[in-house]
């Protein structure tokens, strides 16, 4: 079945780094886009990067362009999120999800998420 | 501040309906940005309960049904249940090619 675990949430310091990791299984990786959702404690979701199927384009938030880097890796199915210049207001459970849609077209949405990784930006 | 308002709370009695809201704008719902809705219940995965304003994935109840209309989208759940009570996302797409999120509404079962 569709599996998608998400790892590598912790403590961290402001202006630290930390790398999040999803791996998948139970379908073809190499064939969707994948995107990074998170939710803040007591907020609602913030969509915060996508990446397309093929690895060719990225897209991120305002509030994390510049800081975040999403990437794939096909040979281990797995997604990952590169944070750079953590703030506390990046605290927040961090979610892969699956895009059945595309979103060059205005079109995506999930159908598949991971159970989320919490990351504490804290001192 | 979410760029798609939802009511933050709704509640109905078992049995009952209860519709929830997601308002936009001309540069998002109102451009012609299909519309999907997400059931999340704390601590675990969030999941897709409609997909292009009226469709369900299989294995979604028939008890849930979205609409779509000018800048507005609606989710509405039928014959109430227990296990409906979570929080529910609106999701759509803005001009400047952002994915947006409604706030989100929580729904209680009383």
């Known amino acids: 079945q569709v599996q998608l675990v998400e790892s590598g949430g912790g403590v961290v310091q402001p202006g630290r780094s930390l790398r999040l990791s999803c791996a998948t299984s139970?379908?073809?990786?190499?064939?969707?886009?994948f995107h990074w959702v998170r939710q803040p404690p007591g907020k609602g979701l913030e969509w915060v990067a996508v990446?397309?199927?093929?690895?060719?384009?990225?897209y991120y938030a305002d509030s994390v362009r510049g800081r975040f880097t999403i990437s794939r890796d096909s040979s281990k199915s797995t997604l990952y999120l590169q944070m750079n210049s953590l703030r506390a207001e990046d605290t927040a459970v961090y979610y892969c999800a699956r895009d059945l849609g595309t979103f060059s077209n205005y079109a995506s949405y999930f159908d598949y998420w991971g159970q989320g990784t919490l990351v504490t930006v804290s001192s | 501040q979410s760029v798609l308002t939802q009511p933050p709370s709704v509640s109905g009695a078992p049995g009952q309906r209860v519709t929830i809201s997601c308002t936009g704008s001309?540069?998002?719902?109102?451009?012609?940005?299909?519309v999907h809705w997400y059931q999340h219940l704390p601590g675990t995965a969030p999941k897709l309960l409609i997909y292009?304003?009226?469709n369900r994935p299989s294995g979604v109840p028939d008890r849930f049904s979205g609409s779509k209309s000018g800048t507005s989208a609606s989710l509405a759940i039928t014959g109430l249940q227990a296990e409906d009570e979570a929080d529910y996302y609106c999701?759509?797409?803005?001009?400047?090619?952002?994915?947006?999120f409604g706030g989100g509404t929580t729904l209680t079962v009383l």
């Open positions: 139970g379908f073809t990786f190499s064939s969707y886009g």
């Open positions: 999701q759509s797409f803005d001009s400047n090619l952002s994915l947006i």
């Open positions: 001309s540069s998002n719902i109102g451009a012609g940005y299909d």
């Open positions: 990446i397309w199927y093929d690895g060719s384009n990225q």
């Open positions: 292009g304003n009226n």
